[in-house]
């Protein structure tokens, strides 16, 4: 391991890629990609090879989570199921069974496969997704417990990352950015792209106090230690969003949507050229989206509810629309971020007490956060309630005097 302090040093004694050379990113894929190819014709042939099956299944994982791609999601899904199937309900294929079917909001396949490995003993990385299980459900006191706990076991960077995003969410961000610098510590020299990760996170973290500057440091870091990556370049542009410098960001998640197209940064795009008064531009960005998240919804999927929550709402002004996915929503995961959606949604819809009684509950859960108060703030106001919605606003306002900026509800 490496310490964040020499991991800085090191990033700063690299020196500038050449523009035409590979990024670090084009590394990566080039080499799981062959990698994938290799494995590939042999993966699954009798008598199946335990240890090429797992590196093969292992290496299309790897390759979703980098590219992002809807395809290589559903590869590495066959693949997975493939694998339970021929080699057997091995605790390593359950475990990136389950975390699929978490990043998919297919909850209740995770909690199944979460609880055979626990039947089978589990370990610190089990205890985890279990907690953010738990956080998903509105647990969020004992999903800190179990973070502790499973940061107790095995201090990884990716169990020390998930407690920072509680203290973000419910705590001090103090507390949570000196959590992220533990989690950059646990980083071998040879996990650049966590690094990178971790430093967006961090940067989120600083946007969304209005800390521009501090947000940008830390995009330009991520930038250094992993090159080409389409999620640093997709948080640069909504920090140029923010900043105003809307051209600029409008180029950028051209870019980024050709490398990644995926419907939530088309519909960024089309929000920002909302902003700049451009709505001509921005209907076929919004379009885009709206078909793919409507096409992935006809799938089975259920990960894009909270999109076409917001899409409905503040796109279209289709408040009875909004509240139908709202609710879906909330059916699937009870918590602070789909109550406050549903309340957002039932407000564009003019049910103004139902709205107050819901975004209630989403502002018991403790939640910090300027977005959800400023929300909350014109549905106080919507029905009547002066004095707190003023409040509320003064609560966004003292959090992130820039709240009212272009931003990406993430």
């Known amino acids: 391991m490496v ?7 090191a990033l700063a004694s690299l020196s500038p890629r050449s523009p035409g050379g590979p990024t670090d990113y084009d590394i990566e894929l080039t080499g799981l990609q062959k990698e994938i190819a290799e494995l590939g014709q042999k993966a699954f042939a009798p008598p199946i090879d335990v240890e090429r099956a797992t590196r093969f299944v292992h290496r299309l994982n790897q390759r979703a989570y980098l590219t992002g791609g809807p395809g290589d999601f559903k590869a590495a899904d066959a693949a997975i199921a493939r694998a339970v199937q021929d080699v057997g309900p091995s605790p390593p294929f359950y475990f990136l069974k389950a975390n699929l079917d978490f990043k998919f909001h297919r909850l209740d396949r995770a909690r199944d496969t979460l609880a055979a490995l626990s039947r089978s003993g589990g370990n610190a990385h089990t205890a985890a997704l279990n907690a953010s299980m738990t956080f998903q459900d509105g647990g969020y006191e004992e999903a800190k417990r179990e973070y502790q706990l499973a940061i107790e076991k095995n201090p990884t960077w990716d169990n020390l990352a998930r407690l920072a995003y509680w203290e973000a969410k419910f705590g001090d961000p103090q507390t949570a950015d000196r959590l992220y610098e533990q989690a950059e510590d646990a980083i071998s020299a040879k996990g650049m792209r966590s690094y990178a990760w971790v430093e967006l996170e961090r940067g989120v973290l600083s946007l969304k106090r209005g800390r521009h ?22 948080h640069l542009a909504e920090l140029l969003g923010a900043e105003r410098k809307f051209a600029e960001a409008a180029a950028l998640y051209e870019t980024v949507i050709a490398r990644a197209p995926r419907p939530e940064f088309q519909q960024a795009l089309g929000d920002l050229l909302l902003v700049m008064g451009k709505a001509d531009r921005a209907r076929p960005w919004h379009e885009r989206a709206l078909t793919a998240y409507l096409e992935s919804v006809e799938r089975g999927e259920a990960h894009y509810y909270h999109h076409l929550t917001g899409f409905y709402a503040d796109v279209r002004g289709d408040g009875a629309e909004a509240v139908r996915w709202a609710r879906k929503d909330v059916q699937l995961r009870r918590n602070f971020m789909t109550q406050e959606a549903l309340a957002w949604a039932l407000y564009r819809n003019g049910q103004f007490a139902e709205a107050l009684d819901t975004i209630k509950l989403a502002l018991s859960s403790g939640v910090i956060d300027a977005h959800l108060f400023f929300h909350a703030a014109l549905i106080h106001l919507g029905a009547g309630r002066v004095e707190e919605g003023k409040r509320l606003l003064q609560q966004a306002a003292d959090i992130n005097p820039r709240f009212e900026e272009f931003h990406v509800h993430r």
């Open 213 to 234: 500057r501090e947000a940008l440091a830390h995009y330009r870091r991520a930038e250094k230690a992993y090159s080409g990556y389409w999620l640093v370049d997709e």
């Open 3 to 9: 310490s964040a302090a020499g991991l800085s040093l």
